[in-house]
């Protein structure tokens, strides 16, 4: 008896290895195929783009001024137009920075919080851009700024 069960669970497996590779043939030689893997390369594209932009625009040098200088009822727009994507930056408030247990910057070290909202859009492509939020921790010595 369990050698008809091991020879089954065999044929089972044959079967379900040659069903499965006869899709894929069929998914790959069909148009539908095709172009699902162009509409999947072409978001991944975006994706690639709009960290690549993301990552242009943290490491700006002008970002640190940006935030410095906003006010939390006036937003900073920047770009990275090479990579086609935006950044919507809203200050949303200032705090001491939060630090371990044993350490204390309370009056010398104080930090301001950004919201950015990224934007990437390519028409080029078939698929639409994509978007993502990040936060930015700013610390500054509290003392200067006063």
């Given at each position: 008896m ?5 020879i ?11 069903v ?10 069909t ?8 509409l999947?390369?072409e ?15 943290i490491?700006?040098a ?7 200088a ?21 200050l949303?408030?200032?705090a001491y ?27 080029q ?22």
């Open positions: 369990k050698t008809q069960q091991g089954t669970l065999f044929i089972v497996i044959i079967i379900l290895v040659v499965t590779s006869l899709a894929a043939a069929v998914i790959t030689e148009r539908l195929g095709k172009n699902a893997i162009g999947t390369q978001r991944l594209a975006n994706e690639q783009e709009l960290l690549a932009g993301v990552e242009q625009i490491n700006d002008e970002l640190i001024n940006n935030i410095m906003m006010t939390e009822e006036q937003g900073v727009n920047m770009n990275a137009g090479e990579f086609n994507t935006s950044a919507n930056i809203h949303r408030g200032e920075c939060k630090r371990t247990a044993n350490a204390s910057s309370i009056n010398l070290i104080n930090c301001r919080y950004a919201r950015i909202d990224f934007t990437q859009v390519n028409a492509r078939r698929v639409q851009g994509g978007s993502m939020t990040s936060g930015i921790e700013q610390p500054f010595l509290a003392a200067q700024n006063k």
